[in-house]
């Protein structure tokens, strides 16, 4: 078979298998945060480019590339789940044939003519591997984490163009590096999990064995650099103002429990690419640490170790710990470990499976690998259940989280699949009431539904304190008296509904609630 044939044959199989591995997510809803942030906002409906570029969509974060990716799903599907589902998967299709690209450059940039690796295949099975780990799956299905899936995709370019400005004349550097700190330059603009990316990239340098023009190896690296300073500033602004982090916390005078909590976190990551772990319990305790320290320590000795006949081995863990930064919990935060920050990290893990031979007493071991992989991915697809819709996940969630903001996110999903009583329970469960409109809205609106009228009248009270010159509280007091045969409160709150009557804002408490 020719090259370009048998080329144009392995992206083909990568992408179809992608596809297929993750289609049923294709028949999902909208869950969690594509709720709360994302489908009915104003300026993502509107197509409102201008706003989105200057300051974001959904107020917490930055991430302007996906929120344009939401706003062109509007125009195609308007608030069809299925279209949003189908454009994360073609994403992670595209994703899945880039990977095996960037593997090819990066093995051809650490590896010396000594150093034999079947390149063509050994890239196709270890991308064919990142098509069926299950470990991707609450990154495509979830609507809300488009940002994850932009962002390796660009980091991919960002790397493939930086090796091929290593390598290419000088007529050609220009325009390849101009490429790279574009795609860069994208990838934080689609979330800010490539922030360490720069960090790569110096692997890149350090690796590389055909280029020998030292300076203008290092004098590369500080428009990267550069780049991820200006937006660390811009991220952090926003993490401040969504108390997602403290101004005034100091990182000095909490080093040791931070460098212990990264390394649980960093064998956490390391030790979910081959189990099905779930729960976590991250405190800190010496004995965990210790063993985490142990776990990463002597895989860097060992890859260190085989560097000269694996040097796979010790770039994909180097490329997995440089790019994990950001979430290794320096912030005053929570522990984060949610697979869609490990997304582009874990990728280096997959590099290292490039060393696997296909000659030997072992060369049938990338197919068994491959093989072992796709059976642990079907047998775990149940998993999946909870991306069906808002309710599944949330009920997901307040096993394993009962705070306030789970629970009523599940109060609020039980009253959209008109489960008033389970609506009910769960809202008047959380103690003290929320300071949110919605809450009060919801509440009495499941209490009318309920027929506890005193309950409906007390949250639609509560909900007037928000905004006293609004229709809708009134219209809700007017309607519950109607039921109660009270005729004068009725004329009362209907009046004073007529009096307000004005257009509302659109998404103004961000519910669907109707």
């Excluded at 990977?99 to 690796?117: G, H």
């Excluded at 779930?278 to 320290?293: H, K, P, R, V």
């Excluded at 409906?456 to 007017?478: C, G, H, K, W």
Aim: charged share 15%; glycine share 4%; with cysteine.
């Amino acid at each position: 078979m020719k090259i370009r044939h048998r080329e144009y044959l392995f992206n083909s199989l990568l992408f179809l298998v992608a596809i297929l591995i993750y289609s049923p997510s294709l028949s999902c809803g909208f869950v969690g945060d594509d709720l709360i942030y994302f489908i009915g906002n104003t300026y993502i409906k509107s197509f409102d480019i201008g706003t989105i570029v200057h300051q974001g969509a959904s107020g917490v974060d930055y991430a302007p590339f996906r929120d344009i990716s939401f706003a062109i799903d509007y125009l195609l599907w308007g608030e069809n789940p299925f279209g949003f589902h189908l454009t994360s998967v073609l994403l992670f299709g595209v994703i899945v044939v880039t990977v095996r690209y960037a593997f090819v450059s990066l093995n051809n940039l650490i590896c010396d003519s000594t150093t034999y690796v079947n390149v063509d295949t050994s890239s196709f099975f270890a991308a064919l591997i990142v098509a069926v780990h299950p470990n991707h799956r609450e990154v495509v299905y979830a609507v809300f984490n488009r940002g994850a899936l932009l962002t390796v995709l660009f980091s991919l370019f960002s790397i493939i163009t930086f090796v091929r400005f290593l390598h290419t004349e000088k007529k050609e550097r220009c325009f390849f590096y101009a490429v790279s700190l574009a795609a860069y330059s994208s990838a934080l603009m689609s979330r800010e999990y490539s922030l360490t990316l720069p960090l790569a990239i110096t692997l890149l340098v350090i690796f590389d064995k055909h280029s020998n023009d030292k300076t203008m190896k290092v004098l590369s690296l500080a428009p990267f650099y550069s780049i991820a300073v200006i937006f660390f500033s811009i991220f952090r602004e926003y993490a401040i103002g969504g108390q997602i982090i403290s101004q005034d916390y100091s990182l000095i005078s909490d080093i040791p429990s931070k460098a212990s909590l990264a390394l649980e976190i960093i064998f956490f990551y390391l030790v979910r690419m081959f189990t099905s772990l779930g729960q976590f319990d991250f405190n800190g305790s010496a004995g965990l640490t210790f063993l985490s320290g142990l776990v990463i320590a002597g895989l860097l000795s060992l890859g260190f170790w085989k560097r000269e006949r694996y040097p796979q081995l010790l770039f994909g863990l180097l490329f997995y710990l440089v790019c994990l930064l950001p979430v290794l919990n320096f912030y005053k935060t929570l522990p984060i470990v949610s697979p869609r920050y490990s997304f582009l990290s874990c990728l280096g893990l997959f590099f290292i499976t490039m060393c696997l031979p296909f000659v030997g007493r072992i060369r049938f071991a990338p197919i068994l690998f491959v093989g072992a992989t796709f059976t642990w991915s079907m047998m775990t697809l149940y998993k999946t259940d909870y991306w069906k819709d808002n309710r599944a996940f949330w009920k997901l969630w307040a096993a394993q989280d009962n705070s306030a903001f789970v629970v009523t996110q599940l109060g609020y999903a039980y009253y959209d699949s008109k489960q008033y009583g389970k609506a009910f329970e769960a809202l008047r469960s959380v103690q003290p009431a929320p300071f949110d409109p919605k809450y009060f809205e919801v509440l009495g609106n499941a209490c009318f539904e309920l027929r506890d009228y005193p309950c409906a009248i007390q949250s639609y009270e509560n909900l007037m304190t928000f905004d006293v010159i609004s229709t809708r509280a009134p219209s809700y007091l007017a309607r519950t008296y109607l039921k109660m045969e009270d005729p004068s409160n009725a004329a009362k709150y209907l009046e004073m509904s007529k009096k307000n009557a004005f257009p509302i804002k659109e998404n103004q408490f961000n519910s669907n609630v109707p």
